[in-house]
């Protein structure tokens, strides 16, 4: 089982990004995903996550109505895409996969993780 994480770079406040998580060994039939984000400093903590039975999502407060979650079954991969950055965004994104139909954002239930990429969110 393998995730990779890619799409982070430098962006300036107020632009998007869209970060993709290809998924290796496992389909997303059967995994929920969901993407983490840690700053210098700080504890990782959920942002988003999609479940693997119907494709529902979930927002940490922070981002909801600027983040959105997909996933294309068919290329087993997910993604965030993330609109109105701010600095405060500024961290190394993880995707990460558990085996469960719905999802939730409790770090310590997460399985696998991809290696991470950075976001910078600055002017």
């Known amino acids: 089982v393998q995730l990779q994480a890619s799409g982070g770079g430098l962006v300036q406040p107020g632009g998007s990004l869209r970060l993709s998580c290809a998924v290796f060994?496992?389909?997303?039939?059967?995994?929920?995903i969901g993407w983490f984000h840690q700053a210098p400093g700080k504890e990782r903590e959920g942002v988003s996550c999609?479940?693997?039975?119907?494709?529902?999502?979930y927002y940490a407060d922070s981002v909801k109505g600027r983040f959105t979650v997909s996933r294309d079954n068919a290329k087993n991969t997910v993604y965030l895409q993330m609109n109105s950055l701010k600095p405060e965004d500024t961290a190394v994104y993880y995707c990460?996969?558990?085996?469960?139909?719905?999802?939730?954002?409790?770090?310590?239930?997460?399985?696998?993780w991809g290696q991470g990429t950075l976001v910078t969110v600055s002017s």
């Open positions: 060994g496992f389909t997303l039939d059967d995994y929920a």
């Open positions: 999609i479940s693997s039975s119907d494709g529902s999502t």
């Open positions: 990460a996969s558990v085996i469960s139909k719905g999802c939730q954002l409790n770090k310590y239930e997460y399985d696998y």
